[in-house]
């Protein structure tokens, strides 16, 4: 086999490779596209239907499904049992947001995110948190599965956390908790001014498919430049095989060249 086909097989087997490993690369991206429009879904038609009462929510296990819906709760926050959930972001704002228990009117103790508080730069997180309204309280607030992380994420050390994780949270408190947790958007009495109700995801395709068509397109050009630099070496091949041509003129002027010559 002559050094040109081997070089032609090489450069073909790599471009193969690269160009399956682009393809694969735009259809990961195609399936996210997929899963995110699946979530836009579920958030659409939650966000349509009524408040439904927590306990037709609340089960076992809260899904990816259940996230988002709105649920109503009726019950008595346990202001001993506060919990702080640090470095958060709402609108691309950085704060910090407080988790309480709220114990309802049938035994069961959900975990309530009351919020979002602005935190301005260089401004230390205060040591107390805002109480919650005392007596009987009613939430509003969107259903939302458990964050999972390493546990120095989860596991509350002095009553802080990063992520909301209701099997961790539950195993500092003295009663167990419902999985998952809810974002609350209306509590009734209302609570201080400075809680601000967590934003939705945004409602969009993201970038998904432009990155897919990327990934698409590098393997395109990978394809078409091997056809391109296969056909132009051939091109000179025969051009030096070729009496009288201006590439056989020239190799015959360079000492040692020749057809096979590089």
Do not use: C
């Not at 919990?83 to 309802?104: A, H, K």
């Not at 998904?208 to 590098?218: E, G, R, S, T």
């Not at 391109?228 to 009496?243: G, L, M, Y």
Request: proline share 11%; no cysteine.
């Amino acid at each position: 086999m002559s050094r040109f086909w081997k070089r032609a097989i090489a450069l073909a087997v790599f471009v193969v490779v690269l160009g399956v490993a682009f393809v694969l690369l735009g259809q990961w991206q195609l399936d996210r596209l997929d899963q995110r429009r699946a979530k836009n879904d579920v958030i659409l038609q939650h966000e349509q239907s009524p408040p439904k009462p927590y306990d037709q929510v609340f089960g076992p296990v809260i899904t990816d499904a259940d996230q988002w819906q709105r649920v109503v709760l009726t019950g008595t926050f346990d202001a001993s049992q506060q919990f702080q959930v640090r470095y958060r972001y709402n609108n691309s704002r950085p704060g910090y947001e407080v988790v309480t228990p709220l114990r309802t009117t049938r035994g069961d103790v959900v975990l309530v995110d009351r919020g979002f508080i602005d935190l301005p730069s260089g401004q230390q997180i205060p040591d107390v948190l805002p109480p919650p309204p005392p007596g009987e309280v009613t939430v509003v607030g969107h259903v939302r599965r458990n964050e999972n992380g390493k546990p120095q994420a989860i596991n509350p050390v002095n009553n802080q956390v990063r992520l909301i994780n209701a099997p961790a949270i539950s195993a500092v408190l003295p009663y167990p908790v419902m999985d998952g947790w809810v974002a609350a958007l209306e509590v009734t009495p209302p609570q201080q001014p400075q809680f601000q109700t967590l934003a939705l995801p945004e409602i969009s395709d993201g970038p998904h498919f432009w990155y897919a068509m990327q990934w698409f397109l590098f393997a395109l050009i990978g394809v078409t430049g091997l056809v391109v630099f296969v056909r132009s070496d051939i091109r000179e091949r025969r051009a030096r095989r070729t009496p009288g041509s201006p590439v056989t003129a020239s190799a015959a002027r360079t000492p040692g060249a020749g057809p096979d010559t590089p």
